[in-house]
């Protein structure tokens, strides 16, 4: 449980620092790290209203609200004080979504300025949980997906992990995860760590 924490909280600071890193030194960027797996991913061309959606460029992930309350409140962490709030947080959140809405999951999030301790966690928790919701029911073939607003059947996944030659504080191991169709991103994630 505490690797998975630390997890969410490494993609989380890789997120928030890739806006600062020049392209060319930036791990997150390259695609020529081996495969570790791959799979071919489903999905249903239709999803119940409320819902949330994770957009990348063209495309977006959407989730019922329905599918999305039961994704976390079977597989999110609640060992830590600031992990049990950030779940309670998104579970109410989604709760109180008006019906017929499709909804951006980052219009969810709690503003981290200002914030400090357990609630500055539960808010990085609460951003880290919606991109594990996200990549968790996607990978279960059971979040719909659309490019150019028109909803796609299938999509291919890829997790590659590679040793990248310039460290970054220290890590230099970098995991990657790309969901796909064509030449569109769905989905992406990248985290480093040491090994």
């Known amino acids: 449980m505490a690797w998975e924490s630390m997890r969410y909280i490494l993609v989380l600071i890789i997120f928030l620092t ?5 392209a060319e030194s930036d791990p997150c960027e390259l695609n020529t790290y081996p495969v570790k797996w791959k799979s071919d991913l489903s999905h249903p061309v239709t999803y119940e209203l409320p819902a949330i959606f994770y957009k990348s460029s063209n495309s977006k992930v959407i989730v ?4 999305a309350i039961d994704f976390v409140e079977r597989n999110m962490a609640t060992h830590k004080p600031y992990l049990e709030n950030a779940k309670a947080f ?3 959140s989604l709760s109180e979504l008006p019906k017929n809405k499709l ?4 219009s969810l999030w709690i503003l981290t300025e ?3 301790g357990q609630e500055l966690n539960k808010a990085i928790h609460v951003m880290a949980g919606y991109q594990g919701l996200f990549e968790g029911v996607l990978l279960n073939n059971d979040a719909t997906v659309s490019i150019n607003d028109k909803l796609i059947a299938s999509s291919n996944a890829a997790y590659m ?3 990248y030659p310039e460290p970054v504080h220290g890590l230099n191991y970098v995991h990657k995860l790309v969901v796909s169709n064509s030449d569109n991103i769905v989905f992406s994630k990248c985290w480093l760590d040491g090994k």
């Not at 890739?18 to 020049?22: D, F, G, I, T």
């Not at 909804?103 to 980052?106: G, I, T």
């Open 18 to 22: 890739s806006s600062r890193v020049y």
């Open 64 to 67: 019922s609200v329905s599918k």
């Open 90 to 92: 998104i579970v109410s």
């Open 103 to 106: 909804v951006d999951h980052s």
């Open 114 to 116: 200002g914030l400090q």
């Open 161 to 163: 992990v590679g040793k």
